[in-house]
C-alpha cells in the first residue's frame, strides 16, 4: 500500500509566514505603513496564554506591531467594549482579535459585532461572514483559510470536487463550506446529527473534518484517493498515564486510504497563527487603499 501524501502543515505555514514578512517589509518601505495586530485576553485560560503569547511573537516576527490587552475574568461586558472602540478608533490598529472563549457573563455575539468589520482579522463579524457568503471581498476566518491553501497544496484547482464538511460552526464549518464553494465545489455540510455520516462523508473526494470528536471519521469512511483535512484538535488518554493530541479522523487507518491527508498536530494548527497575519496585512493594506499581492 503506498499510503497517503502527508500534508506538510508547518511547512506550508513557514512559508506562508515568509510571503507575508516580505510583503509586510515592503509596505514599510514604499507606504512608510507597519501593520499592527491588537489581540485582548480577558481571564487567565493557560491555554490562551499560549495561543496569546504565541502570536505576539510570530507578529513581531513578521515585521508587525503587536499590541497585548490582557484584563481580568472579572471585567465586565461594558468595559470590554469600551476596549474594543478604543482599539476601533487607534490609528495603529489594523488588526483586532478578542481571544475566545470569553467569561460566561460576557455575551461573544455582542463583543464579535463591536469589532469595527475592517479590524475584524478572525473574520467573525456578521458584515464578513454575509461578505463570504455573496462573494464579496472580507476578511475570512483563519482556520477555514488555511484548511483551502493545504488542499490546494496538493490539488491547486479544487473546481468541480465533491466537498464534504463534517462540522457547522460559524469558526469553521460555515466559512470552510463557503470557501469551497467559492472554489466550485459541490458542497455537503454534514454534522454530528447527520443520518448516515460515514455514506456522506465516503461521497468525498475532499473532506473537511471540524466536529471536534475525537477519531470519529474511520478510513472506510474515505473515499480512496480523497483529500482529509482535519482541523480537530482533540487531547486523548495516551500511555503511561499522559495524553496525546488526536484529530477528527483516524489518521492511521485513513493515511492507507486517502490520496492526501493533513496530520494531527503540523496540519492545520500552524496554518491559523500565518493566515491571521496573512489577515492583519490584508487589512493595513486596505484600511490604507494599498493594492497587495498575498
Ligand atoms: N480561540 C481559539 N481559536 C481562536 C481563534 O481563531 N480566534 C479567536 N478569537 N479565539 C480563538
Not at 81 to 87: F, N, P, S, T, W
Not at 171 to 187: D, H, M, R, S, Y
Request: include cysteine; hydrophobic fraction near 45%.
Amino acid at each position: 500500500m503506498s499510503g497517503a501524501t502527508i500534508i506538510d502543515g508547518k511547512a506550508i505555514a513557514v512559508r506562508l509566514r515568509e510571503d507575508v514578512a516580505a510583503a509586510v517589509a515592503r509596505l514599510g518601505r514604499e507606504h512608510g505603513v507597519t501593520p499592527g495586530l491588537a489581540v485582548v485576553l480577558v481571564g487567565e485560560d493557560p491555554a490562551s496564554e499560549v495561543y496569546v503569547r504565541n502570536k505576539g511573537r510570530e507578529t513581531r516576527a513578521a515585521g508587525m506591531a503587536s499590541f497585548e490587552i490582557k484584563v481580568p475574568a472579572t471585567t465586565s461586558e461594558s468595559a470590554l467594549l469600551e476596549i474594543v472602540g478604543e482599539l476601533n478608533r487607534r490609528a495603529d490598529v489594523d488588526g483586532i482579535l478578542v481571544q475566545l472563549p470569553l467569561p460566561p457573563h460576557i455575551d461573544q455575539g455582542r463583543v464579535i459585532e463591536a469589532i469595527d468589520p475592517a479590524k475584524d482579522v478572525d473574520g467573525f463579524h456578521p458584515i464578513n461572514a454575509g461578505r463570504l457568503a455573496t462573494g464579496q471581498p472580507a476578511l475570512v476566518p483563519c482556520t477555514p483559510l488555511g484548511c483551502i491553501m493545504l488542499a490546494k497544496s496538493v490539488q491547486p484547482d479544487l473546481a468541480g470536487l465533491e466537498a464534504v464538511v463534517v462540522g457547522r460552526s460559524n469558526i469553521v464549518g460555515k466559512p470552510v463550506a463557503q470557501l469551497l464553494l467559492a472554489e466550485n465545489c459541490t458542497v455537503t455540510i454534514a454534522h454530528s446529527r447527520s443520518r448516515s455520516l460515514p455514506e456522506i462523508a465516503a461521497r468525498a473526494d475532499l473532506l473537511v473534518a471540524a466536529v471536534g470528536r475525537p477519531e470519529l471519521i474511520r478510513g472506510d469512511w474515505i473515499k480512496p484517493g480523497a483529500i482529509v483535512i482535519d482541523v480537530g484538535i482533540n487531547r486523548v488518554p495516551g500511555e503511561g498515564g499522559k495524553t496525546r493530541l488526536v484529530g477528527d479522523v483516524h489518521f492511521e487507518d485513513a493515511r492507507h486510504v486517502a490520496g492526501a491527508i493533513t496530520p494531527v498536530p503540523g496540519g492545520v494548527g500552524p496554518m491559523t497563527i500565518a493566515c491571521l497575519l496573512r489577515n492583519t496585512l490584508v487589512a493595513a493594506a486596505a484600511r490604507r487603499g494599498v493594492a497587495l499581492a498575498v
